[in-house]
């Protein structure tokens, strides 16, 4: 047994069924918590969960002394954090980004999107430039729940966050998940989640070797959590 504990930064925020680290679910289970869970238990380290404000993300490395972090993707650094050596894992989850919009208009083209919802501190990249020049208005939330009501009542136009979210809210909601629906007009690309660290490039070794001998287990971990991937080759 390893003495050390390792403290991994997590978002702060509910993103069922992928993670939740949100303060009122703390000890509910996620397709993050059981995987990392699973991995650190193999080889026999102590670990720690610590939940870090979102708007701080590409601060944590820095200012929160954490020795991993998730999710993470090279895509998301800022100029201030590419100077940091981080190290990243194969992709554990591909995903899709993109806008999601109420069926009727998932033809739209995207002029069409005035009003787009995400959560607060997500950045969408996609977007960045209409944002920047104030072609159109981002609404944030720290709540997914809150922002596909706001959708589907016409509150805004588009969100900007996962499908599997999106699914797993539409539920809750009696809704069918063709309610809300990939605008394929507007751009859209696929991207990974990934596991990070500054100080621990050899056990980020070690969770490739486990994301690749332990395949079966953790595509079981995806169905139990109904997460369905997006195919690389969007």
Same mark, same amino acid.
């Not at 990392?36 to 193999?42: A, H």
């Not at 805004?156 to 539409?170: G, Q, S």
């Given at each position: 047994?390893?003495?050390?504990?390792?403290?991994?930064?997590?978002?702060?925020?509910?993103?069922?069924?992928?993670?939740?680290?949100?303060?009122?679910?703390?000890? %509910?289970?996620?397709?993050?918590?059981?995987?990392? %869970?699973?991995?650190?238990?193999?080889?026999?380290?102590?670990?720690?969960?610590?939940?870090?404000?979102?708007?701080?993300?590409?601060?944590?490395?820095?200012?929160?002394?954490?020795?991993?972090?998730?999710?993470?993707?090279?895509?998301?650094?800022?100029?201030?954090?590419?100077?940091?050596?981080?190290?990243?894992?194969?992709?554990?989850?591909?995903?899709?980004?993109?806008?999601?919009?109420?069926?009727?208009?998932?033809? =739209?083209?995207?002029?069409?999107?005035?009003?787009?919802?995400?959560?607060?501190?997500?950045?969408?990249?996609?977007?960045?430039?209409?944002?920047? =020049?104030?072609?159109?208005?981002?609404?944030?939330?720290?709540?997914?729940?809150?922002?596909?009501?706001?959708?589907?009542?016409? =509150?805004?136009?588009?969100?900007?966050?996962?499908? =599997?979210?999106?699914?797993?809210?539409?539920?809750?909601?009696?809704?069918?998940?063709?309610?809300?629906?990939?605008?394929?007009?507007?751009?859209?690309?696929?991207?990974?989640?990934?596991?990070?660290?500054?100080?621990?490039?050899?056990?980020?070794?070690?969770?490739?070797?486990?994301?690749?001998?332990?395949?079966?287990?953790?595509?079981?971990?995806?169905?139990?959590?109904?997460?369905?991937?997006?195919?690389?080759?969007?």
């Amino acid at each position: 047994m390893h003495a050390q504990a390792y403290t991994v930064g997590v978002e702060d925020i509910s993103y069922f069924p992928i993670y939740d680290f949100s303060e009122d679910t703390q000890n %509910r289970h996620s397709f993050t918590k059981e995987l990392l %869970r699973t991995f650190f238990d193999l080889h026999g380290y102590q670990f720690k969960f610590v939940a870090l404000p979102l708007k701080r993300f590409d601060k944590w490395y820095a200012e929160e002394a954490i020795d991993f972090k998730f999710p993470d993707n090279a895509r998301w650094r800022t100029e201030q954090s590419k100077k940091l050596n981080i190290k990243y894992s194969q992709a554990v989850l591909n995903l899709t980004a993109g806008s999601y919009v109420l069926k009727k208009n998932k033809n =739209n083209e995207k002029k069409k999107i005035k009003r787009l919802g995400t959560i607060f501190g997500f950045h969408p990249t996609l977007w960045h430039k209409s944002i920047k =020049n104030n072609k159109i208005e981002l609404v944030g939330s720290s709540s997914p729940f809150s922002l596909i009501k706001h959708l589907l009542h016409g =509150n805004i136009d588009a969100i900007y966050i996962d499908k =599997n979210v999106i699914d797993y809210n539409l539920k809750r909601l009696n809704k069918k998940s063709d309610a809300v629906v990939l605008n394929k007009n507007i751009n859209h690309e696929p991207f990974s989640f990934h596991f990070s660290t500054i100080s621990h490039p050899e056990i980020i070794q070690q969770f490739n070797d486990f994301l690749q001998s332990h395949h079966q287990i953790i595509s079981t971990m995806k169905k139990k959590y109904g997460i369905v991937e997006t195919p690389v080759s969007l």
